[in-house]
């Protein structure tokens, strides 16, 4: 067994399910979410922490699953696009970026409703600056983004309406 | 519920699965599949002597390396020139596997097979290939010295060489009217290289069946019917044993039209060889270095022009820079030579384009295909007479303007489908009104003396262009109903992200009276459709909309008469509302569409309640009559294909207003305003769509985008750190407006929307930042340091 082959066992929650997988050192956790797991919601652009779309939440807060080994997240807890929705319902913001025509080719869009959840969980009121700047991590090469940004106001909008229904909040597994 | 649907904002239905992680992009495919890499050259032009693998032969998981000498039969031939054309005298295109020498950096030499990625690229990493250098040429006009030669059989690197000359109505030829003329101009403009870059790179995976010798390929295409005869071809198969699917596509805008990609037919062949499934993700430095890019362009301009600015002799001279291959053909330069004329009726043209060869990744079309630098070379010639004259610009555009009475308008110019350029419609003084109103042309002079008072410099640009749609040669549609009253919709072109599945649904419902709920589209399925050309000049709604229309007329038409039988009556009474046919005014002499369906087809078995209706001892088939009658074919389906004269002409017109600092040179975008035309709307949020996106690569074109090549051929910014898109922050809000000059040519009256919003985006930025600055603007993309740095060329 080389280095490179080597594997370690990596335990993780992925959308409230304790998943695991035997793993080489150097597996991206990108590459662990879609390969090994087969969460393949969670996309590649780049594999240099630049367009986003590798986005995914790591105990709540976004990282870049490209630029993250799956072993130093062992023990932790992970959601991806797949873990947004509630039971039979979309998300706020899932149904915002619906709603809002915020995606085209979609291969961006689970990168941004990561991100823009977390956001919006934090800042549940955003101001038209603190929209944009929420949004300004991620290329999308599309939409342009205008809808994306009238979806996070959107979001925010659904998110207030069904206030006091927490389970519709979405974005923590 | 309505089932009028045509015209109407509906939702997409893609997003459930694209927002939810459901979607199926390439690399989602073939979990066990085996991993293909490569290793690409790293040298501009070079002569391979020696590739050692066996290095890479220990590492663990290893499945197979392939060079271009294991390559058998029609697979180490060079891959297809896909458009030939009499001008493109020394089209040349690669070897799927460099055969001897390499002419850019990112060309594959070898190919890796191996159980994961990782893997493949270690053994990449280890294979060790020896090269001979040879010497590179980069950038086109050092390139057309000649002195140097990217194919040795090609004299001056010169591929093609075309002239275009449409004389004067009095017979004047161009360069006597510019000389005739009151006024001449004449100077130079530059157009960088950009790219696609759609945030999904290209990727192939397949898998070979040994039992029934089949071969299925998905491919992230925008044309999978036309990759599958090529793999057909290159492997040797039957037709038949062939089907290629593009799955959800990450965008294309371009770059996924050329096919096939190298990997796209090498996969495939190792899938076959090896008996396992194969595939290949392309990653983003790849996708710099051995995709395609597009735009770089040298422009030589001659203009004259009369007192009013009326502009009566054109002649422009391009030198467009292709790349090192040219499989798909001169079709950029070809549009831009043609487009060039916009909206306009020029006294007298002539164009004339050489395409070169260079040792830097191909040039094919990236959305816009050649028209941003047409557009480019036209607006910025005309706001060059228009300071030329101390003229407002629009007020020289609207002298130019060909009239709204003057359609059809002929150019007198061969398009890039090889057929007239003749417009078929548009309105471009209404354009010209609603944007100046929009953005508040006529009060701008006082905006900007306000600005200047408080030190600010702004400035205000225009931009007008007209885009050839939807052109030919042709698309299909199918259109079937099942008993269980849904409707199955397909088309062999493919979707990259453009909501074909919501606004052909928009059209099949609305066609057949049925809830948009019943009907489901597929697209770019070989298996579903297998005669198709391919997503790209803005050409999906007009071609496979028209074509799925007209199925679903054909089908109605046999709904119809099959439901008038069943209710006696005639068939020009009967209408169908949420999927029954009832006798207008009559709702209880009804039968539902799926009951049709069921009578469509006589059977002799019944499978369910409501196939018995349509058995042999059901009573329902008359006995004079053959159960299939003659002309008839059993099911309620039907097969259409729309395949034009030629193609429709979009137009549109955009204004910018711009803010540049005075110290810094920071180019700041305050306004964005849009009019586009492109005939009736479909679904305007999607229209919409297409327009922000489109004009956000614009500003990506006009401000931040460009390929960095060194004296090396090296591409020194092959990274998404380096190459710089837009983010939001960079987009300004885009504000439009609609105008709807239906297209005579087609039965819906539609023109493409995909491409447009690009269009005139570096024409425009152009213009208002050299209103703000009053310095011409004479290359794009500017950025803050060109800006600063032709301040101080000026003051100096
Ligand atoms: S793929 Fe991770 S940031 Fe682009
Ligand atoms: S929707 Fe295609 S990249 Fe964002």
Redesign the pocket.
């Known amino acids: 067994m080389s280095e490179e082959t080597t594997r370690y066992l990596v335990t993780l929650v992925v959308n409230g399910v304790v998943r695991e997988a035997a793993v080489p050192a150097r597996r991206l956790l990108s590459d662990f979410l879609r390969h090994d797991l087969g969460l393949t919601g969670t996309h590649v652009?780049c594999e240099h922490g630049v367009c986003g779309?590798c986005t995914v939440l790591l105990d709540g807060e976004p990282v870049r699953s490209c630029l993250t080994f799956a072993v130093t997240v062992d023990g932790h807890e992970v959601t991806t696009v797949e873990g947004l929705a509630g039971d039979n319902e979309l998300s706020p913001v899932q149904r915002a970026f619906t709603e809002c025509h915020?995606?085209?080719?979609?291969?961006?869009?689970p990168g941004?409703l990561c991100a823009v959840t977390a956001f919006l969980r934090d800042n549940p009121a955003p101001t038209e600056e603190e929209a944009l700047e929420a949004v300004s991590g991620n290329?999308?090469?599309?939409?342009g983004y205008q809808n994306?940004i009238k979806a996070v106001h959107r979001a925010a909008e659904i998110q207030a309406e069904t206030q006091g229904r927490p389970e519709d909040r979405g974005g923590r597994a | 519920m309505t089932t009028k649907l045509f015209g109407e904002p509906v939702q997409r239905r893609e997003d459930a699965r694209?927002v939810t992680g459901q979607g199926h992009y390439l690399d989602d495919f073939g979990p066990g599949a085996l991993a293909a890499a490569f290793v690409r050259s790293p040298h501009a032009h070079a002569r391979i002597t020696d590739i050692d693998v066996s290095a890479a032969l220990d590492v663990e998981g290893l499945v197979a390396v392939y060079t271009w000498e294991d390559l058998p039969g029609a697979l180490a031939e060079p891959l297809p020139l896909l458009i030939p054309h009499p001008a493109l005298t020394h089209g040349r295109t690669a070897y799927p596997l460099a055969r001897d020498i390499v002419r850019h950096v990112g060309e594959p030499v070898v190919m890796v097979v191996a159980e994961d990625r990782y893997l493949a690229e270690d053994a990449c990493a280890l294979i060790e290939v020896e090269y001979e250098f040879l010497k590179p040429v980069v950038g086109v006009e050092e390139a057309v010295q000649g002195a140097h030669l990217v194919h040795e059989d090609v004299p001056g690197n010169v591929g093609a060489h075309l002239v275009q000359e449409v004389p004067s109505r009095e017979g004047r030829s161009a360069a006597d009217a510019i000389d005739a003329a009151p006024h001449r101009l004449e100077f130079r403009l530059d157009i960088e290289r950009s790219a696609s870059m759609?945030?999904?790179g290209r990727g192939v995976y397949a898998r070979w069946d040994a039992g029934d010798g089949s071969l299925r390929v998905y491919s992230s295409t925008q044309t999978s019917t036309s990759v599958r005869m090529a793999v057909a071809a290159k492997l040797g198969l039957p037709l038949p044993k062939v089907e290629v699917i593009a799955p959800d596509v990450?965008?294309g805008f371009g770059v996924k039209i050329v096919h096939p990609w190298p990997e796209e037919i090498l996969v495939p062949w190792a899938a076959r060889t090896l008996g396992r499934e194969v595939k290949w993700t392309e990653d983003r430095r790849e996708h710099f270095v051995s995709s395609a890019h597009e735009r770089a362009q040298v422009q030589h301009v001659r203009v004259g022009f009369d007192d009013e600015g009326r502009v009566l002799g054109l002649d422009v001279t391009i030198l467009h820079d292709h790349g090192a291959y040219t499989p798909y053909g001169i079709i950029v330069p070809i549009i831009t030579s043609t487009q060039l004329l916009g909206p306009y009726k020029i006294g007298a043209y002539r164009v004339e384009f050489s395409s070169i060869y260079t040792n830097t990744v191909q040039v094919t079309p990236y959305r816009g295909a050649g028209r941003p630098q047409a557009v480019f070379c036209m607006e910025r010639t005309l706001d060059r007479v228009a300071a030329y004259l101390g003229k407002d610009r629009t007020e020289v555009r609207a002298a130019n303007f060909i009239g709204p009475d003057e359609f059809p308008y002929d150019q007198g110019l061969i398009f890039q489908d090889g057929r007239p350029l003749v417009y078929d419609s548009g309105n471009y003084p209404e354009s010209l009104r609603m944007l100046k109103e929009m953005v508040g042309w006529d009060s701008f002079p006082e905006m900007k003396a306000r600005a200047a008072a408080e030190g600010r410099r702004i400035g205000i640009g225009i931009g007008c262009y007209v885009e050839g749609t939807g052109v030919g040669p042709y698309e299909g549609g199918h259109v079937q109903v099942t008993s269980d009253g849904r409707v199955h919709v397909s088309t062999g072109l493919t979707s990259?992200?453009q909501g074909h599945e919501t606004v052909f649904a928009q059209i099949a419902a609305t066609e057949l009276g049925v809830p948009i709920e019943r009907v489901s589209v597929v697209t770019g399925d070989t298996r579903r459709f297998g005669y198709a050309v391919g997503t790209f000049a803005s050409r999906a709604a007009v071609m496979s909309g028209n074509a799925i229309a007209l199925a679903c007329r054909k089908v109605r038409e046999k709904a119809l008469r099959i439901a008038a039988d069943a209710l006696e009556a005639d068939p020009r009474d009967l209408e169908i509302t949420d999927g029954i046919v009832h006798v207008a005014g009559t709702p209880s002499a009804s039968i539902p569409l799926a009951t049709v369906a069921v009578l469509s087809n006589p059977l002799r078995y019944a499978f369910d309640e409501e196939a018995k209706r349509a058995t042999q001892f059901s009573g329902t088939s008359a006995m004079d009559r053959p159960p299939v009658d003659e002309g008839e074919e059993p099911g309620l389906e039907g097969r259409d294909y729309y395949s034009p004269i030629r193609s429709t002409f979009a137009s549109g017109m955009h204004a910018a207003i711009v803010e540049t600092d005075p110290e810094t040179a920071e180019i700041t975008i305050l306004r964005y305003a849009v009019v586009h035309d492109c005939g009736k709307l479909i679904n305007p949020m999607i229209v919409e769509g297409q327009i922000h996106?489109g004009v956000a690569q614009g500003v990506g074109g006009a401000l931040y985008e460009k390929m960095v090549y060194d004296e090396h051929g090296q591409l020194l910014n092959a990274s998404f750190m380096d190459f710089l898109m837009p983010y939001a922050t960079e987009v300004p809000r885009i504000e439009t407006a609609h105008l709807e000059t239906p297209s005579p040519l087609n039965p819906l009256g539609i023109k493409g929307a995909g491409e447009a919003g690009v269009i005139p985006v570096s024409a425009v930025i152009a213009s208002a930042i050299e209103d703000a600055e009053g310095i011409p603007i004479d290359r794009m993309p500017i950025s803050p340091s060109d800006l600063y740095t032709l301040r101080l060329r000026l003051a100096g």
């Open positions: 652009g779309a915020g995606l085209q080719c979609g291969f961006c869009t941004f290329l999308c090469r599309c939409t994306i | 694209l759609p945030l999904e990450g965008g990259q992200g996106g």
